[in-house]
């Protein structure tokens, strides 16, 4: 679609223009956060103080469109917006000033019902050299919070929780994150570190430990071992990290002889919930295998999509990551995407759709993909990034999550069971999510899945 602006010049008082908007679950997030209001969980509907990006939006996209500024507005709010809610917002021009280039126009904003839910006048700088403005639909808001992860928490905490040796909980974060998921249901924690810090933490922070198992390590080498022995011998299904390096647990998981190894390749999976993308997107791998081969990226990209069946997504699109979005010998990461796609298409790899290489940008922006002549069924939707190594997967899922607001759960696929791989920067939200895909995953394996 293509929308021509309207410039100052060719406005005339009377001029009219009319649009509707169907109020989704993002909407309800980022109209709540503006009128005060939290917007999220259960509640789906907000005061209409907070719909007013609904008129700049208006006049930005549309009336006069591209170019203009909202200057000011006496808006007011009358009603509340509830999710479905379709809205009728409607814009009339009533005054247009010469010398300072403005006109003013009345607005009005009514709900499917008739209901008047906002109006009042807006002070608008029209455009005053011509734009276009293209786009395949009409604009929406796209601020949904943490959409992602309390959909697979409401999906997690249907099933059993899953006994989890958490090893070394010595911090606020990674204590509470433990105490958390048990208390969501999700799993039954054994503590496993040096007991007199384990029980510091908890009474520094308010905690109550009753009625959960500590198993006492000295350190937090012993405490990874004695966590590794619990999996081994069944008392526990899973394994959670806590305020100990990431390589000094993983040392004890993958130990040859009495580690969790299962005979299958060891890879780790960031599940992101990203505000603005309107789906789970699997960030693999950052974290385990530092610069994979041919053969490590087909069981890194098998692990992913075996994962996103769990995670609900039937078939997940597979976005192979390079600089680049075509095939060049001096980029080894394109040439691994083209024989992975070729892999997928003689079921080498199964249960997804592969594309590759892709770039980033190509990736998760249909617009980008279009821009480009890109003709995929994966680009600008992609469920699943394979990443080309650790460096680019760690910078990626960071910069999601520090520039974009992206929350993550991390976890490693492929070991005896399922291990939660938390950085010790997570939070106790982050943490409880990864306990979430965790407890997905357990009970998955529980039943052959």
């Not at 005896?416 to 895909?437: E, M, N």
Request: hydrophobic fraction near 45%; proline fraction near 5%.
């Amino acid at each position: 679609m293509v929308h021509e602006n309207i410039l100052f010049n060719d406005i005339r008082p009377g001029m009219r223009y009319a649009r509707q908007h169907t109020v989704k679950a993002n909407d309800i997030t980022l109209f709540g956060m503006i009128a005060g209001s939290r917007g999220d969980g259960d509640q789906r509907s907000v005061p209409a103080l907070g719909a007013f990006p609904l008129f700049s939006s208006t006049t930005t996209n549309f009336f006069p469109g591209n170019g203009s500024i909202l200057a000011g507005h006496e808006l007011k709010s009358h009603d509340w917006i509830n999710e479905g809610d379709t809205l009728t917002i409607e814009l009339e021009v009533t005054e247009k000033h010469e010398v300072s280039k403005q006109v003013v126009m009345q607005c009005r904003c009514e709900n499917q019902h008739g209901r008047l839910v906002a109006s009042g006048p807006i002070i608008v700088v029209p455009p005053t050299e011509k734009r276009l403005n293209r786009f395949d639909e009409p604009p929406q808001l796209t601020l949904r919070l943490h959409h992602v992860f309390a959909a697979l928490r409401a999906k997690a905490e249907k099933l059993p929780p899953v006994p989890t040796a958490v090893v070394h909980p010595c911090d606020h974060d990674s204590l509470l994150g433990a105490l958390e998921a048990a208390k969501a249901g999700l799993i039954i924690p054994i503590l496993v570190g040096p007991e007199g810090k384990i029980l510091g933490v908890a009474a520094a922070a308010g905690a109550d430990l009753t009625g959960i198992e500590i198993v006492h390590a000295e350190h937090s080498h012993e405490a990874a071992d004695k966590a590794v022995a619990l999996c081994r011998t069944g008392t526990a299904k899973a394994l959670m990290k806590g305020s100990l390096h990431t390589d000094e647990m993983m040392r004890a998981a993958m130990n040859s002889s009495i580690g969790l190894r299962s005979g299958k390749r060891v890879s780790h999976v960031f599940v992101m919930d990203v505000p603005a993308y309107g789906r789970p997107l699997l960030v693999t791998d950052a974290a385990i295998n530092i610069a994979p081969d041919l053969a490590a990226k087909v069981d890194i990209t098998q692990n992913a999509i075996n994962l996103a069946h769990i995670l609900g997504i039937a078939e997940p699109k597979v976005a192979i990551l390079s600089a680049v979005e075509t095939v060049y010998e001096k980029i080894p990461s394109t040439l691994d995407a083209a024989l992975l796609c070729k892999m997928a298409d003689r079921g080498q790899i199964q249960g997804g759709i592969l594309d590759g290489p892709l770039a980033f940008d190509n990736a998760i922006s249909m617009a980008a993909a279009k821009t480009k002549g890109i003709h995929s069924p994966v680009a600008g939707q992609a469920d699943i990034l394979v990443v080309p190594d650790i460096e680019a997967g760690n910078m990626l899922a960071k910069q999601m999550s520090y520039f974009a607001g992206a929350d993550s759960a991390g976890i490693v696929l492929g070991a005896r069971v399922p291990i939660v791989l938390t950085s010790r920067a997570d939070d106790v939200k982050a943490r409880l999510a990864s306990a979430a895909v965790m407890a997905l995953v357990a009970n998955a394996g529980a039943k052959g899945e």
